[in-house]
């Protein structure tokens, strides 16, 4: 397999692209979102209305006829609409473009965390195929040497023992084939479980999408979906807060009435027009509790933002830590595993000239085996580390 730096890096139409789509469609943080756009958006048509609520028509009408039925007919017809308190609407109309923004905000940073896990799953199902690709490969050197075996004992070149060491080769191999299908398929399962569809036979790997730079990390803390949530969720506080500033008694309400009317049947009707205004009350503990309600979440928002701070910057540095390690590590295990694939070969052939025992040879090939699976891991740990170096400073596949 290509090392990391010698692939391209993973674009909108790769693999794990493709599989970060189709989980976030299957996750239920995703089912409501447009619906609770659409509130959202509704909400700030009401802010931008010309009354904070709609409007009511009231109709009356009066008559004597069930008493003594001279003709007294009345009929009042009246309108109340409700008034934007002074400021109250463009605080309205604030708060409602800032809890819009705040939810695409928090769609971002949702779709990246969908990421997350998709990314952990990938990389698992990765590991999973190569440790199978390597006990298959084992499965079938220990039935060759077998065969080998039972071939020169035959002869009376070797022991029972040997032969016997030789067919305990085979059913070790086999039941680690045997372990590493079950963990393929319950890698498999996993990543189906998020994306509702079977992974594809090429697990694309990504490229670091920023340098690990003290300027770069820089700019990408400032830009990682998680801060700008909560800096959105910091702004829509603040909002309501002048809301609530703004809104110290109900909307004052504005009534016009017609009214025709007249007392006897002989008489003609009469026309009035009147014009009301109700201006309610304050309450001191409703202001207050409505001021502490707002007061109380823009605190709330304001820890959460600084910890957002804090915890981004460190899990951008703990992901560049990780990559350093990785990739050192990558590196040794591959020396480690091209110094045992020597000696395996060496001893094959002192093996094969009768130059050194099978326990020998086991061994080494114990140490080839473990070479190589350590280098496959640290292969894909070096990959996953990648993907997670993304993931923290808030890339998309």
């Known amino acids: 397999m290509a090392g990391l730096h010698s692939q391209a890096a993973a674009g909108p139409d790769s693999g794990l692209a493709k599989a970060v789509e189709q989980a976030w469609r299957l996750t239920p943080r995703a089912a409501g979102t447009d619906a609770r756009m659409s509130e959202l958006r509704a909400a700030q048509e009401i802010a931008s209305g010309l009354t904070p609520e709609p409007g009511a028509v009231s109709i009356k009408g009066d008559s004597d006829r069930l008493n003594g ?3 007294l007919r009345a009929y009042e017809v009246e309108l109340a609409v409700p008034l934007w308190l ?5 605080a309205r109309e604030a708060e409602a473009a800032s809890r819009i923004d705040a939810a695409e905000r928090q769609r971002v940073l949702s779709r990246l965390e969908v990421a997350a896990d998709v990314r952990e799953a990938w990389w698992a199902l990765a ?5 199978k690709m390597l006990a298959e490969r084992r499965v079938d050197t220990a ?10 004992f035959r002869a009376g070149e070797l022991s029972r023992i040997d032969a016997n060491l030789a067919r305990n080769e085979i059913h070790a191999s086999e039941a680690e084939l045997t372990e590493a299908r079950v963990a393929l398929d319950e890698a498999e399962q ?22 690990r730079s003290e300027p770069a990390v820089d700019d990408a803390a400032r830009s990682h979906p998680a801060l700008l949530a909560a800096d959105a969720r910091f702004r829509a506080a603040e909002t309501r807060a002048r809301v609530a500033a703004q809104s110290r008694r109900a909307a004052p309400e504005l009534s016009l009435r017609v009214l025709r009317e007249r007392g006897d049947f002989g008489e003609p009707y009469g026309n009035a027009l009147g014009l009301t205004i109700k201006i309610p009350l304050s309450s001191a503990p409703v202001v207050r509790q409505q001021e502490s309600a707002a007061q109380a979440e823009l605190e709330e928002a304001a820890a959460e933002r600084s910890q957002a701070r804090t915890r981004v910057r ?21 020396q480690s595993s091209r110094l045992a694939t020597d000696n395996l070969r060496l001893a094959e052939r002192a093996f094969a000239l009768g130059e050194t025992d099978l326990p020998t040879l086991l061994r080494v090939r114990a140490a080839s085996w473990d070479a190589d699976a350590n280098l496959e891991r640290r292969r894909f740990a070096r990959a996953g580390a990648v993907s997670r170096w993304n993931q923290a400073i808030g890339v998309l596949p």
Do not use: Y
């Open 127 to 131: 590991l999973a195929r190569a440790a």
């Open 86 to 90: 002074p400021g109250q609407q463009a």
């Open 190 to 211: 996993a990543l189906r479980s998020l994306t509702g569809s079977s992974a594809p036979q090429t697990l694309d790997e990504e490229t670091p999408r920023s340098p």
């Open 69 to 71: 039925d001279r003709g």
């Open 143 to 152: 039935r060759a040497l077998e065969t080998e075996v039972a071939r020169r």
């Open 314 to 334: 460190l899990g951008i540095q703990r992901a560049g830590l990780v990559v350093d390690a990785a990739e050192r590590q990558f590196a040794l295990a591959a």
